[in-house]
């Protein structure tokens, strides 16, 4: 809720102190993810999932941002959660394909299995469409694909695995 909060006064003061700014395309964005996870590990199932996005426009195709994104539930293996955060490169289309995006993300996650806790590299592509309904606001989708790599700790390995993202996007645009 505290996030929330935060990310709706950010954008009143952005819309506030930027006069103009809807005059201009816009090239940056903040906004939240949410909605179906669905890893290949072990004795997991398909979950929640939540995050953030943030970025800008290189020029008026090309962007640069990064993400997190959140997972954790209660399995019958035992507890099994991941944090992933990381770099996003993107292509955001013009002309007909106008919000439609597609490009990929590298970074590291924070994986818990049971007990074990590591910290492996992630890596995927990503699929979207941001549909505006202002100048400032757009919802959308997106669709993502991780794959995390075996990861030891200490004296135990957690298996590699991929997961497939199905989520809704809200994004501010300044």
Known sequence: MKIARAVRTAALILALLVPGLAKAEQAGWVGGLFGLSI???????SRGAFGITGGAKLGSEWGIGGYYLTSHKDETGGKFGYDLYGIE???HFEGEAAGVYLGGRVGTSKITSGAI???PTNYGAVAGFNHFLSDHVSLGGELNF???PESTSTA???KGFTMLNFLASAKFWF
Do not use: L, R
Request: aromatic fraction near 16%.
């Open 89 to 91: 490169f993107a292509y």
């Open 117 to 119: 806790t590591t910290s």
């Open 156 to 158: 135990t390995t957690v």
């Open 146 to 148: 991780f794959s995390v």
């Open 39 to 45: 890893p290949n590990a072990d004795q997991t199932t």
